[in-house]
């Protein structure tokens, strides 16, 4: 079984196969001398990486440097396809390898549901404590809309088709005339592929966005999401068949897509309305879609089975309450269709008269009672797989598909309240008092049942577009049901009073009520977002002073006793690099985990992940293995960004792989921590310190204090040039501000990516672990043990291999010469080159490998596989930059051939930002 996973022969086959047919596109669409041309660029390429030389580089230069339009256009986009094109080959790999392990019975696949499930047979725990553990188990996966994905939906859907017919070729039973049918189709799309621009020509609105997020939930997310459930189900039922167990809806999907205010004016209260209506329509019609399909599986009649009273009843009543002359079943002793027909006007009919259902507890009331009638007439232990699957799916995604969460800046809060309070004469500046101040004057606003605001127009528009939005809130629970819109997020979190102020604000708009009597009524969870280095550090002391006050208790007992902490990896990272971002958010969930027991308070981490290594990014069940392990009980709630959405969620068989892995990974972290945990040695801690503080002094030396750092990041990256993709609607700065805090992460990790020198996902690690390392062999030995034992470290340890391995050198020296100042490139990329070396050889003396990635060697391979094809993209990169900032006049055509570079190295290295 081990050497046909590890064989990757018929990946190679399958690239191949790929790469000859674009081949032939590329004979077909530019003549022999296009291909010729592609071919020596390709084959120089390859050269270079077996066998560097200055020569050989140079010789690669040159013939890029000849390059004119259109041929240099065809070229790039040659290349971007090429990886297009190995993307989907390696994801059809991926998946082929999954289903060599499910047809082989001898070996587990690791981290899948049955192999987290035989672990937890195997340590014997008892039921009680299986049972509270799929209690307690909870996956929240946010989708955002964060502008990282380079790849157009047109393209992604032809890469789906493409995929679909490359894994058709695997059936062993393929006749001649089938397989020359699907090279012909194969063809056909590799060729659409080629045609297809992969560039957006405008910017997408939000609500192309929102459309964007719902197609993987109509693709994918709807029938993959209830079969984890059912797999989990069934993976029990096959270890402990004496047991019955009950599998809670553990793993959900919300949305930032159409909620998330910060930083984009185009989120408007309309705009999220609107999401929130589409969310609705696609769930009805998913549930129509199954619907109608049951209806024509349950053609049981009563003449031959009996049916329930209960079902008879209902029926009878629904035909005369709903359906008009005409409209009924009409062969009378097929009940369960009658009443599929009762089910299908309803629920065509919600938000559209009286007769449509109101919630959609009703319409999981009606399919539990056909589930009661069918089971009097089943054999014990039947499956009714179709039927529970759309109970399952009804739970899941109700009649709002997706929790929707909203947010939003401090700061707009704070200068909300300022003006009310002002208004109303209790404050005359509001922002000016001391926090103890602003936590007094904030607690008795809500201690007084009265509201507070006079007539909204006597405000300025900007408080009345923030109060608008909880009036929104309001809207959407008493419209789509409380599951609509559970939580609001407050970016940059500084202080206590900065969630007392959005308390205030609910309680204006009705959704925290405080009656006369002292009872209180609060829909809406309020969340910190703790970005900074800084705002990590003071976290817990925030959070202990809000759990302290009586008026916030009453908010968390009325949440479930309840809170929400969302923990932001990228500014972190971007304010104080990889290494001391990660180690202070580890000691945050620890420090506000432990304090929060004191309070009996449960706690659920918000981890704000990116798509790439530079803001968090890594496989999802790796992510869930690094946290503390005392905070996995709580569950975990992760975002899913950009790139990784098609990445991961594209294809139904790669979703359930991703979804499984998470799931199993917290399923068997949970139980095991359900006995007495380890807590991380003392001394492993005060090592992460000591680590994390040299780290955090070389970062800051750069970053901060070189002036001449912010010139060099912008001239030798690709910056200004991301600015113009249309991947987006969110623009790239906070305020449109040129000021380094203000430039938001994202960009600032897929403009380092693009140039290979990939810094915010490793820079001053190597600083930090050497300084230590260095000290003493004993020292060089515990880091060693604390990557063998400690999850934390290891994914750490295992994330900075992954980037130093998309990171080049080689290639990144071609982006310094952009610089304008030779002196400011020379001084600060040999820094940066010296500190790869240090961390490069720290990291492989941690981790025992001879090279970096021999521990997966899959993405080792993938890597060595793409880089010689990547060095073309990166070179006409520069040269294109080179002659687009020389010159005086701006050139569509150099703006559109740069970006075309962009987009395609962004495939190649499988990230943006």
């Given amino acids: 079984m081990q050497q046909t996973t590890d064989n990757s022969t018929l990946l190679r086959n399958d690239v191949k196969k790929l790469g000859n047919i674009l081949g032939d596109v590329l004979k077909q669409h530019g003549g022999t001398e296009l291909f010729d041309k592609v071919e020596t660029i390709r084959e120089a390429a390859k050269e270079l990486r077996k066998d560097y030389s200055e020569e050989a580089l140079n010789r690669l230069k040159d013939q890029i440097a000849s390059l004119e339009s259109p041929t240099r256009q065809h070229v790039i986009r040659a290349f971007s396809t090429y990886f297009h094109l190995i993307n989907i080959a390696e994801h059809n790999h991926r998946i082929r390898r999954s289903r060599q392990y499910q047809l082989d019975d001898s070996i587990l696949q690791p981290f899948s549901i049955e192999s987290a499930v035989a672990a937890i047979k195997e340590a014997d725990y008892p039921d009680d404590v299986i049972q509270q553990v799929l209690n307690d188990l909870s996956i929240e996966l946010i989708m955002t809309a964060h502008p990282t994905e380079a790849t157009k939906r047109t393209v992604l859907e032809i890469q789906k088709r493409i995929s679909t017919i490359i894994q058709k070729f695997d059936n062993p039973l393929l006749t001649t005339k089938e397989r020359r049918k699907l090279e012909e189709s194969l063809t056909n799309e590799v060729t659409a592929l080629w045609q297809t621009d992969e560039l957006r020509q405008v910017k997408p609105s939000v609500i192309d966005e929102v459309k964007n997020g719902l ?34 809806n553990f793993l959900t999907f919300g949305s930032w897509i159409g909620g998330d205010r910060d930083g984009n004016p185009y989120v408007t209260p309309d705009v999220t309305w609107e999401a929130l209506k589409l969310q609705r329509e696609l769930a009805v019609k998913k549930y129509d879609e199954a619907m109608v399909e049951l209806m024509r599986r349950f053609s049981q009649s009563d003449k031959y089975v009996p049916v329930s009273e209960e079902l008879k009843k209902s029926v009878q009543e629904g035909e005369r309450t709903f359906l008009r002359k005409g409209e009924a079943w009409k062969i009378e002793p097929e009940y369960y269709r009658r009443k599929f027909a009762i089910m299908l006007k309803r629920l065509r009919h919600v938000d559209k008269s009286k007769a449509g259902y109101n919630e959609a507890e009703e319409l999981l009331e009606d399919l539990q009672m056909i589930k009661r009638s069918i089971l009097e007439h089943t054999q014990p232990g039947q499956k009714l797989k179709k039927l529970d699957k759309l109970i399952r799916q009804v739970e899941l995604f109700g009649f709002h598909l997706a929790t929707l969460d909203i947010r939003n800046h401090s700061g707009e809060h704070e200068t909300a309240i300022t003006e009310i309070l002002k208004m109303v004469g209790i404050t005359d500046d509001y922002s000016q008092l ?14 007084d049942p009265r509201p507070l605001m006079l ?55 009705g959704i925290y009520r405080l009656h006369p009597d002292g009872r209180v009524e609060s829909g809406l969870n309020v969340a910190p ?43 972190g990272s971007k304010d104080g690099g990889t290494i001391t971002a990660n180690w202070k958010l580890f000691k945050a969930q620890q ?28 496989p999802l069940n790796r992510s869930i293995l690094s946290q503390p392990a005392q905070t996995l009980g709580d569950g975990v709630k992760i975002t899913e960004q950009g790139e990784v959405l098609s990445s991961r969620y594209m294809l139904g068989d790669i979703a359930f792989r991703n979804l499984e892995q998470a799931a199993s990974a917290l399923l068997e972290a949970s139980a095991k921590a359900t006995k007495d945990v380890d807590p991380v040695k003392k001394e492993w801690e005060d090592a992460m310190e000591e680590v994390s503080e040299k780290s ?20 030798a990256t690709p910056l200004e040039e991301i600015k113009e993709l249309n991947i987006g609607s969110r623009p790239t700065s906070r305020k449109n501000s040129e000021k380094f805090e203000d430039l938001r992460a994202i960009p600032w990790v897929f403009a380092w990516t693009q140039c290979r020198h990939m810094l915010p996902a490793w820079y001053a690690a190597g600083t930090g672990l050497a300084a230590f390392a260095e000290q003493s062999d004993e020292n060089v030995k515990m880091l060693q043990d604390m990557y063998e034992a400690w999850p934390f470290f290891q ?12 990171a080049d050198m080689q290639t990144a020296k071609e982006y310094v010469d952009l610089v304008e100042d030779p002196a400011v490139a020379e001084r600060i990329f040999g820094d940066i080159e010296e500190e790869y070396k240090r961390t490069r050889k720290v990291l492989l003396d941690i981790s025992g490998d001879s090279e970096l990635l021999d521990h997966t060697p899959n993405i080792q391979g993938s890597v060595h596989r793409r880089n010689p094809y990547v060095d073309p993209l990166s070179f006409l990169q520069v040269d294109l930059i080179r002659k687009m900032r020389e010159s005086d006049e701006q050139s569509d055509e150099l703006l559109t051939e740069v970006l075309l570079t962009i987009s395609g190295v962004a495939a190649g290295l499988v990230n943006t930002g």
């Fill in 795 to 806: 994914a750490t340890v295992n994330n900075l291999q992954m980037a130093l391995m998309k």
């Fill in 215 to 248: 197609y993987y939930f109509d693709q994918t997310l709807f029938s993959v999401l209830p079969a984890i459930h059912q797999e989990l189900e069934d993976q029990l039922d096959d270890y402990f068949p004496d047991h019955q167990w009950k599998v809670p």
């Fill in 455 to 509: 007539l909204n127009e006597d405000y300025s528009k900007e408080t009345q577009e923030i109060f608008s939005v909880f009036q929104l809130i309001k809207k959407a629970h008493d419209t789509f049901g409380p599951r609509s819109i559970e939580v609001y997020l407050v970016s940059m979190t500084q202080s206590s009073s900065d969630l007392l102020e959005v308390l205030v604000l609910a309680k204006e708009a």
């Fill in 696 to 715: 955090l002094a070389k970062y800051q030396q750069l970053v901060f204090g070189d002036e001449d750092f912010l010139k060099y990041f912008k001239q």
């Fill in 434 to 447: 001391s926090e103890k101040e602003k936590i007094a004057t904030l607690e008795r606003v809500l201690k």
């Fill in 529 to 571: 977002l703790l970005e900074t280095v800084n705002d990590l550090i003071a976290g817990p002391e925030i959070m202990e002073t809000l759990f302290s006050m009586d008026v916030y208790r009453n908010h968390i007992n009325e949440r479930g006793n309840h809170q929400e902490i969302m923990l932001g990896y990228s500014d």
């Fill in 591 to 618: 420090e506000i985990h432990d304090m929060a027991g004191k309070y009996d308070i449960r706690l659920k981490f918000f981890h704000g992940r990116g798509g790439s290594l530079g803001r968090g990014g890594g």
